[in-house]
């Protein structure tokens, strides 16, 4: 992952509402979640909501589908996968993880 997507995606996560968005849709699982479902689980205006979901499909985290009249999100797992090993990878590469590893154990 590029530095440049990364930082895209993380300042689409950045807004608390749509990152509450966001992990409402990564809870749903692989089947994803009506658009109606999605707003009652947030609790916010279908129009608000609509302008968070734009965001995170454009900037790879979410997609939809349509299923006749029912609009899927999905979350995209690889990139948020992706997301997070770009944060990790390189976790204490300075200094050796040993120390931090049995630090995070306790």
Excluded at 28 to 55: D, F, K, M
């Amino acid at each position: 992952m590029n530095i440049e997507l990364a930082a895209k995606q993380l300042e689409a996560l950045g807004n608390p509402t749509r990152l509450k968005v966001y992990r409402t849709v990564v809870r749903a699982g692989r089947g994803g979640l009506p658009v109606n479902q999605v707003q009652e689980r947030v609790g916010i205006p279908a129009s608000t909501l609509s302008h968070h979901l734009q965001r995170l499909v454009l900037n790879g985290l979410i997609s939809q589908e349509r299923h006749a009249t029912t609009l899927i999100c999905r979350a995209v797992y690889p990139a948020m996968n992706a997301l997070i090993g770009f944060l990790a990878d390189e976790c204490c590469a300075d200094e050796g993880c040993v120390a931090e590893a049995s630090e995070r154990a306790v």
